[in-house]
Structure formats: C-alpha cells, structure tokens
C-alpha cells in the first residue's frame, strides 16, 4: 500500500468516525426539535384561533397559547446544547456529556460572547454561535474528554475519574478556548450571515432556496436535513421567517410528490409502496418528511434526485415570494400563520408535482414487472 492510499484510508475512516458522531448528536436532539416545534406550533394556532392573537401570546400570562408557546421555547432553547453534549457523547460516552452539553450552551449566551470578544478587543453584537458552535464544540470537546479518561492515574482516584475529575478537568481546559477561538469568531461569521439573509431576492433566493430546499430532501430527516432546519429555525428567532417557509415547504413535498408519482404511474412501485402513498400524503402535510423514506430506500439513486429537484425548487419559489412561517413545525396546520397561506399551499402543490415529475421520468422501470420476473426465477 503506497503512502497515498494509506492516508487517504486513515482520511476516509476519519470522516467514517466524524459523520457517525454527527448522526449521533442529531438523532439525540430530534425529540427536543420535535416536541419543542410542535407545542410553539400548538401555541401559535391557540393564540390565532381561540386566543389573543400571534402577537400578543408572550403576554398573555396564563392562556393556554402561553403555557404550549413557553413549553415549545423551552424545547428549543435547550436543543442546541443537546447537540454539543450527544455529539461529545459519541465521543467520550457519558464523561463526555455535561462538558458537551455546557460549553455549547455558554457560548450560545449572546452577553457572554459580547464581553468576551470586547476583551481581544473586537466590537460584536449580543448574538450566540448556534448549532454551528455546538457541532465543533462537541466534536472537540468529544475527543479532549476521551483523552483525558484514557490517561492513567492513581487508582485512588479511579472512582472519582468519571465522575469529577474527567468532566470537570475537560471543561476547565476548554471553557477559554471555547469562548475565545470558537465562540466568538463563530458568532461574528453567523451574524454577517444572518444579514446576509436578511433581504435575500432574486438570485440570492434561488442560491439559497436550492441549497436548503436541496439539504431537506436529502436524507429525508437525517443530519443534513437537520442542519437545513435547525439553521432556518435560528433565523426566525431573528424574525428573518422566510428560510423557515422555505424548508418548511421542502420538506412537505417528497412525501406528497411520491404519492403523487406512485399514484400517476403505478406500476413503477411495489404493491407495498403503493399501499402506502395515502399515508405518505398525510405524512407530507404534516412536515414529517420521513414519509418519502419508503420510496427512496427501494431506489435512491434515482428517488433521491427527484427529491432534492422539487424541494430545492419549492424552496427557491418560497423564498422569491417572500413566503414567511413564523411556526416551527405543524405543516398544514400552521398554514394561515403564514403571511400567504394559499400562496404557501400553492408553492407545496407545486413542489410535489415537480417532485412526481422528476421522479417518474427518472424512473423507466416498471417495478412490479420486474419484481414478479425475479420471483419467478427464484
């Protein structure tokens, strides 16, 4: 084995490790992304429909629209720091945790940021480094942790070295090089990016509609859709509320184009795909963009690009029109939050019909013929 190949395998084992720590983390603060998301929806249709209005839910003290939105902030507020913590747990295990879990979320505390990049001397806004900061404090914040418990000590201490001096010890090593090199320069890079994305138009939404339209579809709620909408979710913290729209839509439309596609040529599908595509629909609306997983596990190299085709492209549209989702999550249910409901409707029809489109000429195989030659050969 030449030099080359060998750095490139220890490269390729590396990325192997880091896409898994990733995974990890994502898949640990989904419940928090889930739950958070659906109360703060729960509480913005309670304020619209039954209660004092959008605007008036934070001080409506008591209502039931207060008590959903303050259950789902609290959600979300604690979802980034869950982030940094899963990812140093995949790490380290459990000593990696609460290092993970509170350097993340100290550097998510704008103030803290303020103060500490006035002391090198730089001028910046109270704003906190999001789940990007999170991700390369877990990451780091993982294998400093796993280094300091694989260091031999006194045997002594060997009860208190999970426990104390593990955690601590790593959080004490970190905490000045989390706010200074990490926290700071990252949140400065996230501010300028979220002016950036401020008053998108034109090319810059088609830019970025494709991007996170294209981010949402592709694994379908795995960690790149997650970082699409974890990213869209901080900016409507902002009030920047269009990029939520946008991801919103493109996640809606794989499962609603795939039952569309199934239902327009249906021999291309399985009988057991086909049975699906009902649910598929009401999955879709419902923004659970997991519903098109069926469909682009039986054939992802081809369901996969469809995908990706309609929701960058629902997400491009959104985003031209200006299409704004103040809600988390909720989907359909959340429509007339939206500042264009139908528009917000029209642009997810849309979408799923370029998502059938794209599928269905992407895919020439009549699928229950081929399923019944390779039964009869068996």
């Known amino acids: 084995m030449s030099r080359r190949t060998a750095i490139q395998a220890v490269l390729r084992v590396h990325l192997e490790n880091v896409r898994e720590n990733l995974s990890t983390g994502v898949s640990l603060m989904v419940p928090f992304v889930t739950i958070g998301g659906i109360f703060l929806a729960l509480g913005y249709a309670w304020a619209t429909f039954f209660g004092v209005g959008v605007q008036r839910m934070s001080t409506a003290t008591g209502s039931v629209s207060w008590f959903f939105s303050n259950m789902g902030q609290n959600g979300l507020a604690v979802m980034i720091p869950v982030l940094g913590g899963a990812i140093a747990y995949s790490i380290a295990g459990r000593p990696g945790i609460a290092p993970g879990f509170l350097l993340s979320q100290i550097i998510q505390d704008g103030s803290v940021l303020r103060v500490t990049a006035e002391v090198i001397g730089l001028e910046a806004a109270s704003s906190g480094a999001g789940y990007l900061g999170a991700l390369v404090v877990g990451l780091v914040t993982g294998h400093v942790t796993r280094w300091l418990k694989n260091q031999q000590m006194p045997s002594v201490l060997g009860t208190a070295k999970p426990f104390i001096i593990v955690p601590v010890g790593a959080t004490l090593?970190?905490?000045?090089?989390?706010?200074?090199?990490?926290?700071?320069?990252?949140?400065?890079?996230?501010?300028?990016?979220?002016?950036?994305?401020?008053?998108?138009?034109?090319?810059?939404?088609?830019?970025?509609?494709?991007?996170?339209?294209s981010m949402m579809a592709f694994d379908m709620g795995g960690p790149v859709n997650k970082v699409?909408?974890?990213?869209?979710?901080?900016?409507?913290?902002?009030?920047?509320?269009?990029?939520?729209?946008?991801?919103?839509?493109?996640?809606?439309?794989?499962?609603?184009?795939?039952?569309?596609?199934?239902?327009?040529?249906?021999?291309?599908?399985?009988e057991e795909l086909y049975d699906n595509a009902r649910s598929s629909i009401l999955l879709g609306f419902a923004f659970v963009t997991e519903g098109a997983i069926p469909y682009a596990a039986e054939d992802p190299l081809r369901v996969i690009p469809g995908l990706m085709a309609g929701s960058a492209i629902a997400a491009s549209a959104s985003l031209l029109l200006e299409i704004t989702m103040p809600a988390p999550h909720g989907g359909i249910f959340v429509m007339p939050l939206s500042n264009a409901p139908l528009l917000f409707l029209a642009v997810i029809l849309f979408g799923s019909v370029i998502t059938a489109v794209a599928v269905t000429a992407l895919k020439p195989e009549d699928e229950r013929v081929l399923s019944d030659n390779t039964n009869s050969t068996t």
């Not at 949140?187 to 494709?210: D, F, K, P, Y």
């Open 173 to 213: 090593l970190l905490f000045p090089v989390v706010l200074f090199a990490i926290g700071v320069p990252v949140a400065l890079a996230r501010l300028e990016l979220m002016q950036l994305l401020s008053g998108i138009h034109g090319g810059q939404a088609l830019v970025v509609g494709t991007v996170l339209g």
């Open 228 to 270: 699409a909408y974890v990213f869209s979710f901080e900016l409507s913290l902002y009030g920047i509320t269009e990029p939520m729209a946008a991801v919103m839509i493109a996640g809606m439309t794989p499962p609603i184009g795939m039952a569309l596609a199934n239902y327009y040529a249906p021999e291309k599908y399985s």
